[in-house]
């Protein structure tokens, strides 16, 4: 067998262990040399072939032998060495393994650990579009800054550090980091990797939730730069995420087996949903007649095909085209969502319906619509004061009081006569 030769078996000897001994021993080439203390039991130097000095310690637990190294010599002295093994024999007696908590702590999972576990069991539940959010914010944002770290070495200031440096440029994006790495971190707990969620407690950046809704001249030049674009497909998505309020992605990933065969219920796979939920919501007799035409003309199984026939990802190209077309401004097309749901309340649409329709879960999602019920609440409480006004203006008529007088009086004078006609005895014709 070719190559250098293994050294063989060591060999132990005891002694007392001290500077001058360490320090005069010498290597026996071939084997490794363990001394052990005549006072200390188990604590030893050990000594290679090569020349390398390393203090040791042997000891037992759970009736097991184990060995352990403290350190090498001269970065540590015989007193520092003494001083750990009396330690870690203390350890040891009482039921702790040093070895096997230092094993554990090398094998502890890192940041990066987590990101595969994350990658693994809770990303393929998320949509696609969730899916690539949150990979993009793990590759770009967090394994470059704390990746390496072991994760149960990390801590609130390591997480406020990072978040506090993405804020500089994107406050907002820097909010998401936090949101992600806290709900990684709420599964490493459920997988007991660790016991307290270091993401908890961030303060996070202030943010002003959009409020653009296009009003109902912006959507008729919107509709008519819609007719003169040349690319219907991807136009045809804007006009049906104006009929129906729903996601970009979900308006991609349509296809023609998600609706009934009179085109008027859309079921939603819960695969496409942001919620992870199945969604069925009726549509409008436009998204129906939208939906026959293209059914009539179009051969793919997606109802928006693009020109390589896959579903599109973006028609962002389309939609800033339109927009100048449209001389709209600061319009996103998620804020076709929005607009969706403002048309709804100013027909007078409850919120817990248009929740329903925009397929939300939680109520506190759709209440951000619902300062738009000011104008028609404001309308009714006018209404009512109109009322009231026209009730006190007849009041303080005097004609008004004195024909209310009269009429009031002949009234009470017709429930005498009738009570009075009502006490008279009846008689009954046989």
């Known amino acids: 067998m070719s190559g250098a030769s293994c050294p ?7 002694q007392r262990i001290t500077d001058n001994f360490v320090k005069g021993l010498s ?3 071939g084997k490794n040399v363990v001394t052990y203390d005549d006072r ?8 290679t072939p090569r020349g390398h000095k390393a203090f040791i310690l042997r000891y037992r637990v759970a009736g097991r032998e184990r060995r352990i190294t403290i350190g090498s010599y001269p970065h540590w002295t015989v007193a520092a060495a003494r001083l750990r093994a009396s330690e870690l024999k203390r350890d040891a ?8 908590l230092r094993e554990a702590d090398r094998n502890a999972p890192t940041v990066l650990d987590l990101f595969d576990r994350y990658c693994t069991d809770h990303l393929p539940k998320k949509s696609v579009s969730g899916q690539k959010e949150d990979l993009s914010l793990w590759r770009r944002k967090i394994l470059p800054q704390i990746g390496r770290m072991k994760l149960a070495d990390l801590r609130y200031a390591d997480v406020d550090a990072m978040h506090r440096q993405i804020s500089r440029d994107t406050p907002t994006l820097a909010n998401r980091v936090i949101a992600l790495l806290r709900k990684s971190c709420n599964l ?8 307290r969620n270091p993401a908890v407690g961030i303060t996070l950046n202030p943010e002003n939730k959009r409020d653009r809704f ?8 919107l509709f008519r730069a819609l007719e003169r674009h040349p690319e219907q497909t991807s136009c045809d998505i804007v006009r049906f995420l104006i009929y129906t309020g729903c996601r970009c992605g979900e308006a991609f990933r349509a296809r023609w087996d998600q609706f009934d065969d009179d085109l008027r219920i859309w079921t939603k796979p819960a695969a496409t949903t942001k919620q992870r939920k199945l969604h069925r919501v009726p549509v409008s007799s436009a998204v129906t007649q939208l939906l026959s035409i293209r059914r009539a003309y179009g051969t793919s199984e997606w109802v928006f095909p693009s020109h390589t026939g896959a579903p599109f990802v973006s028609i962002k190209k389309t939609w800033a085209s339109v927009s100048r077309t449209a001389l709209i401004e600061d319009v996103r097309l998620h804020d076709l969502r929005h607009t969706f749901a403002s048309l709804l309340v100013s027909r007078g649409v409850s919120l817990p319906i248009i929740g329903a329709m925009l397929g939300h879960t939680q109520p506190q999602t759709t209440a951000r619509y619902a300062h738009l019920f000011d104008v028609p609440l404001a ?3 006018e209404a009512v004061c109109d009322s009231l006004g026209q009730a006190r203006t007849n009041e303080d008529n005097p004609k008004n009081r004195l024909h209310s007088s ?13 009570m009075t006609d009502r006490s008279k005895p009846r008689h009954i014709k046989r």
């Open 8 to 14: 063989r078996t060591g060999t132990s000897r005891t």
């Open 27 to 29: 290597p026996d080439p």
């Open 40 to 47: 200390l039991t188990g604590f030893g130097i050990r000594i």
């Open 93 to 100: 007696d009482i039921g702790i393994d040093p070895l096997g």
């Open 188 to 195: 490493a707990i459920k997988w007991e990797w660790i016991e």
């Open 214 to 221: 296009l009003t109902e001249d912006e959507l008729d030049r």
């Open 379 to 381: 309308a009714a409480a």
């Open 406 to 418: 009269v009429e009031a009086a002949h009234s009470s004078s017709s429930v005498s006569k009738m």
